[in-house]
């Protein structure tokens, strides 16, 4: 029975991989896969449940990509710039992580994502790996002691939101403004001196 879900699962990323969410339907998923529809509805209860199965499987394979990209040795500029490119990248190259950039989906995924915690297991990963490496560099004193892994990590993904509003910032900004974020949170990461802002209300 298990097989049966495993398949199903490989052949709709299959086709969400080629031809997106809103091109692919479930008896195409079925008749590829040599089930029944009803088989389908076995395991899944709609082509949304088993794309953001799908989707969240991808983002598990993007953040271990990163993370086996990062050198502890190198410098935190040049690691942590190129782990945002790469993330960048990544995401811009794969139809179905793509998709987090379609308003029509976005709302349904991020739903999704707050009800069930399902990413937040790689998120964990993340942030044990990425801590214990944020500690050595502010030890170093590289990077500034008073940011924790979790607001570095904010920095990080929110370069990749700011993908999803290129039309209301300007799209013959990018990739260009993107960079320049990277570049000015790096600074702004491994500026030790006293960069605090207070705010009141």
């Not at 702004?188 to 802002?197: A, E, N, Q, R, Y």
């Amino acid at each position: 029975m298990e097989d049966k879900k495993q398949l199903i699962f490989r052949t709709a990323r299959d086709l969400f991989s080629k031809k997106g969410f809103k091109n692919t339907n479930i008896p195409e998923i079925t008749n590829l896969a040599g089930v029944g529809v009803g088989t389908f509805y076995n395991y899944y209860n709609s082509k949304d449940e088993i794309f953001l199965e799908v989707f969240n499987f991808e983002n598990e394979q993007v953040k271990k990509e990163l993370l086996s990209s990062i050198t502890p040795d190198e410098d935190p500029i040049s690691t942590m710039t190129r782990m945002m490119i790469l993330s960048r990248d990544l995401i811009s190259s794969n139809l179905i992580l793509h998709e987090w950039y379609n308003k029509d989906i976005y709302s349904r995924m991020e739903k999704h994502f707050f009800e069930s915690n399902s990413d937040n297991r790689m998120n964990e990963i993340m942030q044990t790996y990425l801590g214990g490496l944020f500690k050595q560099w502010q030890t170093e004193g590289k990077i500034r002691s008073d940011l924790d892994a979790g607001m570095i990590l904010a920095l990080f993904n929110s370069t990749i939101y700011v993908d999803m509003h290129k039309t209301e910032i300007g799209i013959q900004y990018f990739p260009q403004l993107t960079y320049k974020l990277i570049e000015y949170i790096m600074k702004g990461v491994t500026d030790c001196s006293d960069l605090t802002i207070s705010h009141s209300g």
